[in-house]
T-cell receptor, first 118, second 116 residues
C-alpha cells in the first residue's frame, strides 16, 4: 500500500533557529500533501495544503512566513519552521493521497515529527 | 464548511464487549466520511470510509461504521473489543476547496480504553 515517510521523527532545537521537516511519498506520486499540527490530547489541526509546483494554501491563522512549505516534486514536500520559539513545539504530521488510485479519497500519513524548541 | 464532532473525549469498554465511538457530521451536499486510528507512537491509519452505497461500511481490524443520514451520524463500532484496540480514534470529513481540490477536517478525537 501507499507509504509516506517523514523525517526527522524527533528534533530538538534552540529558540531562533529554523527546522526543516521532510515528507516523502515512497511508492506513489502525490500532487497534494497536507501538513497537520497536533497538540497534546488534541485533534489534528490542518495547517496547509502543499501543492506540487505551486504555492501552498494556508489555513486561516497559520503564519505563512513562519511555516514555509515547499513541494518541489511529486514525492517530496518540506515544512520549515523558521525562527522557532518554544510555542512552536508540537507534533507535526504530513499526509498525502495517491491521486491515481481508487483510494484517492484516503489519506496516508507519515509517522510524525516531534519538535521541541528550547 | 464541513465539520465533524466527536462528543466523547474517552470511551472505556471491557474486552469482549461491543464498542461504539460516536461521530456526528455537518455537511452541505453528499458527505465523504472517514475514520482514522492513531496507535501510540505510530502514525494515523485509515480504518474505513463512506462515500456512497451501503450505509454500513466495513473496515480494517473488524471495525465498521454506520452512516445515518437522518441523524447525521457516522458512529464507529466493533462487536467485540480487544485490548489492542486501545488508541485514539478520529472521525473526519472531506471538505471541498476551490475547483477540484479538497482537504480533510478531523474531529477532536476519542480515546478508547479497552480493559482486559
Amino acid at each position: 500500500g501507499a507509504v509516506v515517510s517523514q523525517h526527522p521523527s524527533r528534533v530538538i532545537c534552540k529558540s531562533g533557529t529554523s527546522v526543516k521537516i521532510e515528507c516523502r511519498s515512497l511508492d506513489f506520486q502525490a500532487t497534494t500533501m497536507f501538513w497537520y499540527r497536533q497538540f497534546p490530547k488534541q485533534s489534528l489541526m490542518l495547517m496547509a495544503t502543499s501543492n506540487e509546483g505551486s504555492k501552498a494554501t494556508y489555513e486561516q491563522g497559520v503564519e505563512k512566513d513562519k511555516f514555509l512549505i515547499n513541494h518541489a516534486s511529486l514525492t517530496l514536500s518540506t515544512l520549515t519552521v523558521t525562527s522557532a520559539h518554544p510555542e512552536d513545539s508540537s507534533f507535526y504530521i504530513c499526509s498525502a493521497r495517491d491521486s491515481r488510485s481508487s483510494g484517492a479519497n484516503v489519506l496516508t500519513f507519515g509517522a510524525g515529527s516531534r519538535l521541541t524548541v528550547l | 464548511a464541513q465539520s465533524v464532532a466527536q462528543p466523547e473525549d474517552q470511551v472505556n469498554v471491557a474486552e469482549g464487549n461491543p464498542l461504539t465511538v460516536k461521530c456526528t457530521y455537518s455537511v452541505s451536499g453528499n458527505p465523504y466520511l472517514f475514520w482514522y486510528v492513531q496507535y501510540p507512537n505510530r502514525g494515523l491509519q485509515f480504518l474505513l470510509k463512506y462515500i456512497t452505497g451501503d450505509n454500513l461500511v466495513k473496515g480494517s481490524y473488524g471495525f465498521e461504521a454506520e452512516f445515518n443520514k437522518s441523524q447525521t451520524s457516522f458512529h464507529l463500532k466493533k462487536p467485540s473489543a480487544l485490548v489492542s484496540d486501545s488508541a485514539l480514534y478520529f472521525c473526519a470529513v472531506r471538505d471541498k476547496v476551490g475547483t477540484g481540490g479538497f482537504k480533510t477536517i478531523f474531529g477532536a478525537g476519542t480515546r478508547l480504553f479497552v480493559k482486559a
